[in-house]
C-alpha cells in the first residue's frame, strides 16, 4: 500500500500550538486522522483537492486549521489551544473515491503516524 509521511509531531504544553505537515504526492480529497491506543481511528480534518472546503470534527472546530498547498505537494494541520484530549498519533490520508467522506474506509493511502503528546 503506498504511504504518505507525516512531520511536525512532539511534545507541547496545554494550550500550545503544533503544525503538522503531510508530504501528499497527489490532488484528492485529502484528512487527517487520530488515534488513541486501544482506540479507534478518528477523523479530525478534511479537505477539497483545491483547498476550498474543509470540515472538522466538533471536538477541534475553532482550534485546528487544515490546508493544503497544491503546487508543493503538502497538506498541513495547523493545531492551536491544545489539550491533553488531543494526544494521539496523528495520520494524513489521501481518498481513493471523490466523493470521499469523513469515513476511514474511504481513504486507501496513508502515512505512517506523527505522535502529538500534550501535557499540563
Known amino acids: 500500500q503506498e504511504q504518505l509521511v507525516e512531520s511536525g509531531g512532539g511534545p507541547v504544553q496545554t494550550g500550545g500550538s503544533l503544525r503538522l505537515s503531510c508530504a501528499a504526492f497527489s490532488d484528492t480529497v485529502m484528512a487527517w486522522f487520530r488515534q488513541v491506543r486501544g482506540m479507534e481511528r478518528e477523523f479530525v480534518a478534511q479537505i477539497s483537492q483545491n483547498g476550498g472546503r474543509t470540515d472538522y470534527a466538533d471536538s477541534v472546530k475553532g482550534r485546528f486549521t487544515v490546508s493544503r498547498d497544491v503546487a508543493k505537494n503538502t497538506m498541513y494541520l495547523q493545531m492551536n489551544s491544545l489539550k491533553p484530549e488531543d494526544t494521539a498519533v496523528y495520520y494524513c490520508?489521501?481518498?481513493?473515491?471523490?466523493?470521499?467522506?469523513?469515513?476511514?474506509?474511504?481513504?486507501?493511502?496513508w502515512g505512517q503516524g506523527t505522535q502529538v503528546t500534550v501535557s499540563s
Open positions: 490520508a489521501a481518498a481513493k473515491i471523490p466523493w470521499a467522506t469523513t469515513a476511514v474506509d474511504d481513504y486507501d493511502v
